[in-house]
Structures are given as structure tokens and as C-alpha cells.
T-cell receptor, first 112, second 115 residues
Framework: DQQVKQNSPSLSVQEGRISILNCDYT??????FLWYKKYPAEGPTFLIS???IKDKNEDGRFTVFLNKSAKHLSLHIVPSQPGDSAVYFC???????????WGAGTKLIIKP | NAGVTQTPKFQVLKTGQSMTLQCAQD?????MYWYRQDPGMGLRLIYY???????DKGEVPNGYNVSRLNKREFSLRLESAAPSQTSVYFC??????????????FGNGTRLTVT
């Protein structure tokens, strides 16, 4: 049973436009959510996070939105750049258990 | 800064062979983790070490053992490799915990093939 789901295996976006990556979760105990970015042959790198007490967190071109009632979060990248082409993983944790649960990832392709 | 260093980068084993994947971090982090990544799946936790001297099972520990040699090093051992252990293995570390306010720092992975 996948507790964290990224239903789009891939997404293609024109350079300069907005990229929106989605993530759904089923466990209502999750209270902290993270996005990681991964390039080929490298390990994931931390991108941005959000606590369940917030509904939005922004860092430069990256914004994460959290909708607790829908158990849904999204990552917005504006404007999209070629270097954003990577696999993006959503991950979640519960305060009572610090182990992260990961989604399967979405491959983002930025077209020139 | 090297961050998290994993060796080897690639390995091919025959079924039944054993090997140890090495991991070292130079960030003075307390917690270290071993994950595996398989196609179409998220990262799955194999074992973790919350602090030096402790290790605990994660989601998929069967077929693996770990050793937290010191604060810097955390190794993963396959005693008798099976084709189902073909995967990419990632080591990670964090200051404390893997949730709130302590993002994981990952190595670049070990790609293991068991034939």
C-alpha cells in the first residue's frame, strides 16, 4: 500500500513556463513533507519542505503548496529552466516516526 | 566538502556471493541510512542508525546486515546475494532524525547487479 503517490511518471514543460508536480498521501499522521531532486548517476538532493502547520512555503523559484483536507501537495517551479530537468521525489514523515516515506518520483523534462 | 561518499560505484555479483557496501560522511552527522531504489518505486529504507552504536531495521531489511563502525562510517553487507537485490543503493546522513528540519544528504549511489 503506497502511502505517498506521485501519479505522473513524467512531465514535459516548455522552458520559461510553470512546472507543477503533484503528490498525494494517505496517512493523516504525516506532518512534514519534503521534495528532493535527482539527476542521473547522483543521489537525491533536498529542495524544499513544508510543515503541516503551513499551507505554503516559498524558496526562490520553488513553491510548495499543502492541502491537508485533500491530502495533496504540489511543487511549483516558475519559471522553468533547462537545469530543472530531473526526477523529483516527494517524501513524508510523521512526528512519531522519523522515517521518510517516498513517492516513486516524477521525471520533469524542460523543453527549450 | 566530500559530503557522503559511497564505494564502489558499480558492482556485479553472482548469486550467493557476498559483499560490503561502504559509506562515509564528513559532516559530523549523527544519523545514517541505507536505502534502495528500484524502477517505478520510491526509495525504501533498509536499515538506519540513529546514532553511533545503534542500528535499526527499516522497511526492507531481509538479506542485509549493517555496521555503524564509528560516527563517520556505516556499511551495508549482503551475505548471500540474490537477483532480487539488484538495485541502486543509496547511503544518506542527517544531523538527527530524517523528518523535521533535518534533510537527508545522499551519496551518489552504488549500482549493484546480481546475476
Amino acid at each position: 500500500d503506497q502511502q505517498v503517490k506521485q501519479n505522473s511518471p513524467s512531465l514535459s514543460v516548455q522552458e520559461g513556463r510553470i512546472s507543477i508536480l503533484n503528490c498525494d498521501y494517505t496517512n493523516s499522521m504525516f506532518d512534514y513533507f519534503l521534495w528532493y531532486k535527482k539527476y542521473p548517476a547522483e543521489g537525491p538532493t533536498f529542495l524544499i519542505s513544508i510543515s503541516s502547520i503551513k499551507d505554503k512555503n516559498e524558496d526562490g523559484r520553488f513553491t510548495v503548496f499543502l492541502n491537508k483536507s485533500a491530502k495533496h501537495l504540489s511543487l511549483h517551479i516558475v519559471p522553468s529552466q533547462p537545469g530543472d530537468s530531473a526526477v523529483y521525489f516527494c517524501a513524508a514523515s510523521a512526528r512519531s516516526n522519523y522515517q521518510l516515506i517516498w513517492g516513486a518520483g516524477t521525471k520533469l523534462i524542460i523543453k527549450p | 566538502n566530500a559530503g557522503v561518499t559511497q564505494t564502489p560505484k558499480f558492482q556485479v555479483l553472482k548469486t550467493g556471493q557476498s559483499m560490503t557496501l561502504q559509506c562515509a560522511q564528513d559532516m559530523n552527522h549523527n544519523s545514517m541510512y541505507w536505502y534502495r531504489q528500484d524502477p517505478g518505486m520510491g526509495l525504501r529504507l533498509i536499515y538506519y542508525s540513529a546514532s553511533e552504536g545503534t542500528t535499526d531495521k527499516g522497511e526492507v531489511p531481509n538479506g542485509y546486515n549493517v555496521s555503524r563502525l564509528n560516527k563517520r562510517e556505516f556499511s551495508l553487507r549482503l551475505e548471500s546475494a540474490a537477483p532480487s537485490q539488484t538495485s541502486v543503493y543509496f547511503c544518506a546522513s542527517t544531523r538527527q532524525g530524517s523528518g523535521n528540519n533535518s534533510p537527508l544528504h545522499f551519496g551518489n549511489g552504488t549500482r549493484l547487479t546480481v546475476t
